[in-house]
């Protein structure tokens, strides 16, 4: 099994930023890719931005040139920088990681986990 752990999430005025944590822990191999993804309410879940084993980035369009994210593979750990918030990225954060774990014969076999999520409220 494998966890993530998500933290960073809190009440910012507009133009502000914020700091997400997620870590992951467990019966890792490897970590092909993470992202966050944010929902809120009464709309779909969005992918916000992911970067893969190579450290190559994807952002959602709106976000491009706010929000950075990266990855520090020795603590497999993914972090999003948001700076510049806008009313608009109010929602829920939610960490997704694509991996490879390790099963109980030690087998490796892939996995996608999801962290809790973490709230995000940006204030006008």
């Known amino acids: 099994q494998v966890q993530l752990v998500e933290s960073g999430g809190g009440l910012v005025q507009a133009g502000g930023s914020l700091r997400l944590s997620c870590a992951a822990s467990?019966?890792?191999?490897?970590?092909?890719?993470m992202g966050w993804y944010r929902q809120a309410p009464g709309k779909q879940r969005e992918l916000v931005a992911s970067i893969s084993s190579d450290d190559q980035t994807n952002y959602l369009d709106s976000v491009k040139g706010r929000f950075t994210i990266e990855r520090d593979n020795a603590k497999n750990t993914v972090y999003l920088q948001m700076n510049t918030l806008k009313p608009e990225d109010t929602a829920g954060y939610y960490c997704?990681?694509?991996?490879?774990?390790?099963?109980?014969?030690?087998?490796?076999?892939?996995?996608?986990?999801w962290g809790q999520g973490t709230r995000v409220t940006v204030s006008s």
């Open positions: 467990g019966r890792i191999f490897s970590i092909n890719s």
């Open positions: 997704n990681a694509n991996l490879c774990e390790t099963g109980s014969a030690r087998e490796v076999r892939p996995g996608d986990y």
